[in-house]
């Protein structure tokens, strides 16, 4: 077995756009996600073994977006996976993004580590759901691989993070998920994004993790939606051969935010 850890970068919620010079959340998304990657390059001795982009690729869910994506990524030379968000379309992601490098969903095993990318998205919707299919598949892989750690991917998280209107469109059933990632000791930890923020703690004996977005960031522990003034964020991870993560969080420098972002879906997300 290798000793050397499995080195990820995770970026989610980049919210792109086809048309490059517009903005969300006060924030041009393509300037945001491309600096971001520049530091990441720049700060790493090497590149990482793969790249995970948990959801919220394309806002206007667009081919452009897409597009947009992989030129941003493809030059890093490294595995691509990627999963849907609720601002997604699963069906033009599965066609655009899962081939030259990109991987849609599905099962990836790098080195010691077995990673599985879940699909949590509901059509219309800012909450989550994992569909019974997806349940039968995780099993499935599960019930494959209990000789070696196992890290789960999906958009949304199923635990609450203490923002009432974030957990209001979290994943539905997260109980499930839960319940289900219970049965399998070699399942370490959860990753994900949708919240806007670094998040890290326990449920059970499984780790909880997401990661604040590439664009602008929510504040925690707000009962409603407030824009944080945090810059744009990303997450490395080390995923050791003992199951064990080392991880830590990091925020664009230079990236000057003086006022909080405009909001434009807060209506539509209470």
Not at 113 to 131: F, K
Request: aromatic share 6%.
């Amino acid at each position: 077995m290798n000793p050397t850890p499995l080195r990820l970068l995770h970026i989610t919620d980049p919210h792109l756009l086809g048309d490059e010079s517009l903005e969300i959340y006060d924030v041009n998304t393509t300037l945001s996600l491309r600096q971001v990657l520049q530091q990441a390059l720049a700060e790493s001795p090497v590149p990482p073994d793969a790249i995970l982009v948990t959801g919220d690729i394309a806002d206007d869910c667009s081919r452009e977006a897409y597009a947009n994506l992989r030129g941003l990524l493809q030059p890093w030379g490294v595995p691509v996976l990627c999963l849907p968000g609720n601002h997604d379309s699963p069906d033009l992601m599965s066609r655009l993004l899962n081939s030259d490098g990109f991987q849609y969903c599905g099962r990836a095993d790098f080195g010691d580590w077995t990673i599985i990318l879940l699909d949590s998205h509901v059509p219309r919707e800012p909450s989550g759901r994992i569909a019974e299919s997806e349940f039968e598949r995780l099993e499935s892989e599960l019930r494959a691989t209990t000789d070696r750690p196992v890290l789960v991917c999906a958009h949304h998280l199923p635990v609450p993070v203490g923002s009432k209107w974030l957990d209001a469109v979290g994943l539905q059933n997260g109980n499930d998920l839960l319940a289900m990632i219970d049965r399998f000791p070699q399942v370490r930890a959860v990753l994900a994004g949708h919240v806007h923020q670094p998040f890290d703690t326990i449920a059970g004996r499984v780790r909880m993790i997401a990661t604040p977005s590439t664009c602008a960031q929510f504040t925690p522990d707000s009962p409603t939606c407030v824009m944080d003034l945090r810059p744009p964020g990303y997450r490395w991870l080390a995923l050791i051969i003992d199951g064990s993560i080392r991880t830590n969080v990091r925020w664009l420098q230079g990236w000057k935010t003086t006022a909080r972002p405009t909001d434009s879906r807060a209506p539509f997300m209470d």
